[in-house]
């Protein structure tokens, strides 16, 4: 198994974190920059630059507009979720109109996923 680390990514990932979506910035300013589990944003995980990562609960949570519903991208979404499952990580996907319509559902949602993690360990 590669690196968990890619360093050819980070430039990527910085240039990510200071254009995030209107979406990602909803959770991490208003809910993820403040939880008492520490997030980190555009975390590079291998080959590939996950939306939001906690490595104390070893959760991924992805933000999927819909260009992720696609037959191609969703082909593409289960392969990156198999890649980071190898590291023992779960991964959640959470659609970008669930931001904007269930906010406060998501949120509830990402915190009982996380407590569930932290129960198992």
């Not at 980190?40 to 519903?69: C, M, P, W």
């Not at 392969?79 to 904007?100: C, D, H, M, Q, S």
Request: aromatic share 14%.
């Amino acid at each position: 198994m590669q690196s968990k680390h890619n360093k050819k990514l980070v430039p990527l990932a910085k240039q990510l974190r200071k254009e995030m979506t209107k979406e990602e910035r909803h959770l991490w300013y208003d809910f993820l920059r403040s939880y008492p589990v520490k997030f980190s944003r555009q975390k590079v995980l291998g080959k590939y630059i996950v939306d939001f990562y906690s490595a104390e609960a070893t959760l991924v949570i992805e933000l999927d507009g819909s260009q992720h519903f696609d037959e191609f991208a969703i082909k593409e979404d289960a392969e990156r979720t198999a890649f980071l499952e190898e590291y023992g990580l779960k991964v959640i996907r959470i659609p970008n109109n669930e931001i904007n319509e269930n906010f406060y559902g998501v949120c509830e949602y990402i915190d009982f996923e996380v407590k569930q993690s932290l129960s198992h360990d």
